[in-house]
């Protein structure tokens, strides 16, 4: 229970971006045709980055296991009901922020071969949160 709470908090905290940070160099965009995303998180420097850069992105993405651990090395890949892939990358750390235009999407995360696929759908400019926590083994 202690643990849920921890992730909560953490995700209210990183999804409220009260203190505004310097982008940091390590934290560079990515592009793939029309979307450009970012990954990391690893370590205070990255968090605050993140944080700066979250209002640029309208897809963030968390990735954690139920007990609390945060993720990295996670394969993401997004693409449509026809099953055509806009997009194909390894989130460097528990966070990722993408930019999608308006529209349907599937989010697939694999971590150890374990895949989360989730519905998304993008309005615009308007903020999308979606986090995928996979169980505790």
Do not use: C
Not at 4 to 24: C, D, K, N, R, W
Not at 31 to 49: H, K, M, N, P, R
Not at 77 to 104: E, H, R
């Amino acid at each position: 229970m202690k643990t849920q709470f921890q992730i909560i908090l953490f995700i209210v905290t990183f999804l409220s971006g009260f203190a505004v940070f310097g982008e940091s160099a390590a934290l560079q965009p990515q592009s793939q045709g029309d979307i450009t995303f970012v990954s990391g998180g690893v370590g205070l420097d990255e968090i605050d980055a993140m944080r700066a850069l979250k209002p640029k992105y309208n897809l963030h993405l968390l990735f954690a296991v139920n007990s609390g651990e945060y993720l990295s090395d996670i394969e993401v890949a997004i693409f449509d009901k026809k099953g055509n892939t806009f997009m194909q990358a390894m989130s460097l750390g528990p966070f990722m922020l993408v930019n999608l235009k308006s529209g349907s999407y599937y989010v697939k995360a694999s971590l150890d071969g374990r895949v989360i696929s989730k519905k998304v759908t993008i309005t615009g400019h308007k903020t999308t949160s979606l986090s995928i926590i996979w169980p505790h083994e």
